[in-house]
């Protein structure tokens, strides 16, 4: 009786387990999101993960990721190997179980958890389900175990032999099955090098090798940090200027959730970059370990400033996004049985974690402020810093609104504006200094054409402060002029006053520098403008060149010398080089510069504001090493202007 009913649960468990596999072949969207690359590359993940795990229950030191000539991927480790004794009740061995039985895979996990969970977790028989053939060997007990599979069942038993060398470990291979994966079963290098890197600075001392044998050479790269997740906090900060001399790290476990968290605040960075992890996914959308470990930032932080005085009693708390200003960060917890939310399963749900993530961090901030009071000082001065400044952008820009309401009417003095009111035809010319913007004027056509001159040395703004440039005069005029709302607001084409937004600076290293600033400017505070392409450089000419009664303009010295080439060898021609806009005739202006018919203008691209914003960091920022090193390659150039045609 007994025995028929082994049998019996035996032909149940395999009708399951086909069942399983065809389920997943099926609808393998289920399992691993989608049959395109990221699925693909899912497969990998998934083997890697389950390394990853034998590794932090501390068997396994090195984990070696091949993609194969033929485009299969083998993953070996030198773990305990999977166990490989025939299971009485179902007749299987561990292994098989692994590869053929839906999520058997957290039933081997050592006695403690499984880490890997939301996106992949899903075990490694998905992988074997999805792939046209699998091979697993087990180096275990002096024996070298292999077998083979096929679209997720075993196609040969599994054999055992003696194995000279005594040690253990997994290596499994796999092939995409090529008719799920229809779009393409081509690993990319990049993604999977990514992942990898990032899996060995989640998991502190593991070495991760990666080689591609599709190439010859082949490729290969190791990664093993020591440092884990605080090398990697060194490598996100390694071109900035840090505030305190060592990564602040926490350690922790509590409840079964494992906390570490690594921090760097930076003197020259005005924003924050926390990456957070859980059971070594990457939580993209944030969840309770992120939100616990603001909390807690805030929180000490201004205990601190309190205690020390640096915040009076009737002063207001730092908000969390003083505190966080310039702070780069690695969270990573490893969490018993995870929860996922949101569309992309991206984001943390556990709702212990917050008060966890709370007190461990709060518990060693705390004593490291204790212990470091200069760190501690430094923080928070920036910290209040950035308070100071969000509160003068603030009024700045409660100033600027008043002003466009109560003032809409009333444009800068300084802007001779065009008769025009039709946006789509109206163009503006951005032009430096009084005297090119007296050429200007008389020189353009007023139906359609406004001038604003500004005053490039008031322009210069320093560093990234909004407050600044908000109650810069010549920017207040340049906004109200044009329209346009402030930072932050979203950007309405139809306040637009102008179409053309002209920059028409002189050729020299002023006119450059200004032309800089303004699309700097343009780039952080209304990117818009930029993407829709309503900006544009004015090109005037750098010489007039005459020749008896004929005259042209050249608009660089490539151009003059062409054009003084052509003419005869004894020819006599006079060469006038301008060395300003105020230098030309207003009708000079016209001709070469302004009238639609025959300028010249750039249209500005997102790339060359991008590049704008850069070189203005460097030549504007604290730091000199960049700014040395920018200068040293680029400064014969600069004159010349580094973003003209
Ligand atoms: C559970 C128990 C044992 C090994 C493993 C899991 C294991 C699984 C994988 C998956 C990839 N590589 C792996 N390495 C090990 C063995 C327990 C024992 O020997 O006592």
Known sequence: MSTSNQTDSYDVDQIQVLEGLEAVRKRPGMYIGTT????????????????????????????????????????????????????????????????????????????????????????????????????????????????????????????????????????????????????????????????????????????????????????????????????????????????????????????GVQLEVALQWCIDAYSDTILGFANNIRTVDGGTHLEGLKTVLTRTLNSVARKRNKIKENESNLAGENVREGLTAVISVKVPEPEFEGQTKTKLGNSEVRGIVDSLVGEVLNEYLDFNPQVGDTIIEKALQAFRAAEAARRARELVRRKSVLESSLLPGKLADCSSRDPSESEIYLVEGDSAGGSAKQGRDRRFQAILPLRGKILNIEKTDDAKIYKNNEIQSLITALGLGIKGEEFDPSQLRYHNIVIMTDADVDGSHIRTLLLTFFYRYQRALVEQGYIYIAC??????????????????????????????????????????????????????????????????????AEADRIFTILMGDRVAPRREFIETHGPRLNLTELDV
């Open 36 to 255: 395109g690359p990221r699925g693909l590359h899912h497969l990998v993940y998934e083997v890697v993960d389950n390394s990853i795990d034998e590794a932090l229950a501390g068997f396994c030191s090195h984990i070696e990721n091949d993609i194969n000539e033929d485009g299969s991927v083998s993953v070996t480790d030198d773990g305990r190997g999977i166990p490989t004794d025939i299971h009485p009740k179902t007749n299987k061995s561990a292994l098989e179980t692994v590869l053929t039985v839906l999520h058997a895979g957290g039933k081997f996990g050592g006695g403690g958890y499984k880490v890997s969970g939301g996106l992949h977790g899903v075990g490694i028989s998905v992988v074997n389900a999805l792939s046209e053939w699998v091979d697993a060997t087990v180096w275990r007990k002096g024996n070298i175990h292999t077998q083979r599979y096929e679209r997720g069942r075993a196609v040969t038993p599994l054999e055992a032999k003696p194995d000279a060398d005594h040690s253990t470990g997994t290596s499994i291979s796999f092939m995409p099955d090529n008719t799920i994966f229809t779009e393409t079963t081509n690993f990319e290098y990049n993604l999977l090098s990514n992942r990898l890197r990032e899996l060995a600075y989640l998991n502190a001392g593991v070495k991760i090798t990666f080689s591609d044998r599709r190439v010859t050479p082949h490729r290969i790269e190791t990664y093993c940090y020591e440092g884990g997740i605080r090398e990697y906090v060194t490598y996100m900060t390694r071109d900035k200027e840090t505030l305190h001399p060592d990564i602040i790290y926490v350690e922790g476990e509590k409840k």
């Open 540 to 609: 005037p000419p750098l010489y007039k060149l005459e020749r008896g009664k004929n005259h042209s303009y050249c608009y660089s010295d490539q151009d003059l010398q062409e054009k003084i080439a052509q003419f005869p060898a004894n020819a006599n021609y006079h060469i006038q080089r301008f060395k300003g806009l105020g230098e030309m005739m207003p009708v000079q202006l016209w001709d070469t510069t302004m009238n639609p018919e025959t300028r010249r203008m750039k249209r500005i691209e997102i790339e060359d504001a």
